[in-house]
């Protein structure tokens, strides 16, 4: 079975500085995807990164970007240049090539602060 | 845009009746989805739909049901509401295939007392 990891159940930033929220997954699969959803605070959950495990390079999207280390099985998101906006509970995510579903960890809520 | 319409945004029920959470999306897609979404748990799977009329339990189904009888509405039954079933229930849809986006809808708070 997979599973996800968070081990950073809280975390804050100052506007403007960087921040790497940590995730590490376990699996037997050799083909999957790995996602970092962001959730507001009472707004629905989006897609802010996915990674596509056959994909040496790490994903970027705009001020988000991951370190992907598949043999470490670590995931991290790394967020630049801070803003107030980015304050959400954080969700890393597993998906095995042969499903449609996700295997979510348990978050990590970042706070910006002014 | 792609949008998962959840149409009630806050419930509060009693302990024992029965509670219907209410999922509408509107771009065709194959798969629905509910989860719960509880404090240091993160989001854990009831109930999976890859098509209409078809069902997978998820890692949490006991105490849930689910009915598809169209593909753009995807229901979250509870049969007899519990207090240890107040959560958020978020629902979501996506195409068919693990390289599509998984979209969410705003979520359901339900408090059951």
């Known amino acids: 079975a997979q599973t996800v990891t968070q081990s950073q159940p809280e975390m804050s930033v100052q506007e403007a500085e960087t921040v790497t929220l940590s995730c590490t997954y376990d699996?037997?699969?050799?083909?999957?995807?790995l996602f970092w959803y962001k959730q507001p605070p009472s707004r629905q959950m989006i897609l802010v990164i996915r990674?596509?495990?056959?994909?040496?390079q790490n994903a970027t999207e705009n001020r988000f970007s991951v370190n992907f280390q598949k043999a470490a099985k670590s995931f991290s998101l790394k967020i630049s240049d801070s803003q107030l906006g980015d304050t959400a509970m954080y969700f890393c995510?597993?998906?095995?090539?042969?499903?449609?579903?996700?295997?979510f960890g348990t978050g990590t809520r970042l706070q910006v602060f002014p | 845009d792609v949008k998962v319409t959840q149409s009630s945004r806050y419930l509060v029920k009693r302990t024992g009746e029965k509670v219907f959470l209410e999922c509408v999306q509107d771009?065709?897609?194959?798969?629905m989805f509910w989860y719960r979404q509880d404090p240091g748990l993160g989001l854990r799977l009831i109930y999976f739909s890859y098509d209409v009329k078809m069902k997978e339990k998820g890692d949490i189904p006991e105490g849930y049901s689910v009915s598809r009888e169209k593909k753009e509405r995807f229901s979250l039954i509870l049969e007899s509401a519990s207090t240890n079933q107040t959560s958020m229930y978020l629902c979501?849809?996506?195409?068919?295939?693990?390289?599509?986006?998984?979209?969410f809808g705003e979520g359901s708070w339900l408090t059951v007392v």
């Open positions: 990674q596509e495990a056959y994909k040496q």
């Open positions: 979501a849809s996506s195409l068919r295939g693990a390289a599509n986006t998984i979209y």
């Open positions: 699996t037997s699969e050799n083909n999957y995807y």
């Open positions: 771009m065709d897609h194959e798969n």
């Open positions: 995510a597993f998906m095995a090539s042969n499903t449609d579903k996700l295997i």
